[in-house]
């Protein structure tokens, strides 16, 4: 087994399992099983009913712990979910403050749920720390960040911010989705809460929706373990097993999703019909030398603004054959949006005007196809453009 000084490759495949006692099975069983056998009351193997814990779910907890290096994960049937329940870990009258650019599902929990129960957020843009420290607020009970974030893929100082959020005796959590723990570690960084949604890179194929969040601090952890089986927002047992699998080859996808994103942003930034690429790894991305700094690489991720209106970059989309136009990302095929209309249409239009969130703006999650015939397909989505 896999040991603390193992390298996250090897972790993605063994860490929090074991082969089956019964059978020698070396893939974890999935066990389907709502209720467990006790012989006595109380008396249990450690599983009682299965919203409060289930085998399966616990060896992707403890592979998902490891990769991130923390004590404690906690799974959950959706990345909302997951970001949901960090949020019911604070009370009416509390104050969040939360990166400007987010997820827009993530924006939508704050403003048009947890509002509502008096749970207050403020969104600023955190790449100046110093800002951070003067925004936070004597009932600021959560920092909040995406870093990259979505879709502008701005660049924050996850160690610089976390300095500020522990003088003020602030918790920080950070979404990592979108560079995974193979390329970016937020708790070494000092964060106190990482949050996946494990339906994109962790789990890598485009076929189970969960989430999880993962810390070293016990007692938010058992916050976190009271709120997951009081509320309910489990994975099942079957997804815990599909995510389980896709985190197996998951070293070695985001070194291919990395080396083809770099090289597309490469050739978008010198395109005609580009206006703008935003992509980590481009020197040009006024986060380059921090993404370099605290990330193993730039990620998958990639957004840029199309010289054109509206209707240019619906006939983009349109024409692509394959990239998808569809929403999510960390799949191992490529996929193509419109982050006004489809990710972020929950965003007022002034706020995404605001981050620059424009019509022509287009995100691209870059996957395992050869990247030749992915530019191909771009190529021809300029071509489209250009014929309106």
């Not at 004597?138 to 959020?165: G, Q």
């Not at 962790?202 to 929706?209: E, F, K, M």
């Not at 240019?312 to 095929?333: D, H, I, P, T």
Request: hydrophobic share 45%; charged share 20%; with cysteine.
């Amino acid at each position: 087994m896999p040991t603390a000084s193992s390298s996250l490759d090897t972790l993605c495949i063994h860490a929090g399992q074991h082969a089956d006692p019964l059978s020698g099975a070396v893939m974890t069983p999935i066990v389907l099983a709502t209720t467990f056998a006790q012989d006595g009351p109380g008396a249990h193997k450690g599983y009682d009913y299965s919203r409060a814990g289930n085998p399966t779910r616990t060896a992707l907890e403890g592979c998902l712990a490891a990769l991130e290096g923390a004590r404690h994960a906690v799974a959950f049937g959706s990345g909302c979910a997951a970001t949901t329940a960090v949020l019911l870990t604070l009370k009416s009258g509390d104050h969040v403050l939360c990166g400007d650019d987010v997820y827009g599902g993530t924006f939508r929990i704050f403003d048009k749920v947890l509002k509502q129960f008096g749970l207050e957020a403020t969104f600023l843009d955190m790449r100046d720390p110093a800002r951070v420290a003067e925004a936070i607020r004597p009932n600021t009970r959560l920092l909040w960040m995406e870093t990259p974030s979505n879709p502008m893929l701005k660049v924050f100082d996850i160690a610089a911010i976390a300095d500020v959020a522990r003088s003020r005796g602030v918790p920080l959590a950070v979404d990592n989705t979108f560079a995974t723990p193979m390329l970016q570690q937020p708790l070494a960084l000092g964060a106190t809460l990482v949050v996946h949604s494990t339906t994109k890179y962790l789990n890598g194929h485009s076929d189970v929706v969960g989430g999880a969040v993962m810390t070293s601090d016990d007692a938010l952890a058992d916050r976190l373990h009271f709120l997951q089986k009081s509320v309910g927002g489990v994975p099942s047992p079957f997804d815990c097993y599909l995510v389980l699998r896709g985190l197996k080859t998951l070293g070695v996808r985001m070194k291919r999703h990395v080396e083809s994103a770099r090289g597309i942003a490469e050739w978008l930034e010198k395109h005609p019909r580009v206006a703008h690429v935003r992509y980590p790894g481009l020197a040009s991305h006024e986060g380059h030398a921090l993404a370099a700094r605290q990330m193993k690489g730039p990620g998958g991720m990639i957004s840029f603004d199309l010289r054109g209106s509206l209707a240019q970059a619906s006939a983009f989309l349109r024409a692509l054959r394959v990239f998808a136009c569809a929403e999510s990302l960390g799949g191992v095929e490529s996929l193509a949006e419109h982050p006004a209309i489809m990710t972020h249409a929950s965003l007022a239009p002034e706020a995404r005007h605001a981050l620059g969130i424009g019509d022509g703006l287009i995100r691209l999650s870059i996957g395992l196809e050869d990247p030749r015939d992915l530019v191909a397909d771009l190529e021809a989505g300029f071509a489209a453009a250009a014929r309106v």
